[in-house]
């Protein structure tokens, strides 16, 4: 399974794009692909449809962080 990092740099996209893009900031995209934070459902739609990438796929990383 694609890692959203992985996804994002397929696209060139820097964190900070990528979050202009969903609505929020870079730090908040970083906290999401280190597994440190989940994207709020509010933000589920826009990331699936700019990244290609099952929103499991995002959480994949913080539910491995917690095990």
Do not use: C, F, H
């Amino acid at each position: 399974m694609q890692t959203l990092a992985e996804r994002r740099k397929e696209l060139k996209l820097s964190q900070a794009a990528l979050g202009a893009k969903v609505g929020v900031d870079g730090m908040t995209v970083s906290r999401w692909e280190r597994g440190e934070s989940l994207p709020q459902r509010r933000y589920w739609n826009k990331l699936e449809e700019v990244t290609g990438l099952s929103i499991s796929a995002v959480i994949a990383p913080a539910k491995r962080k917690a095990a």
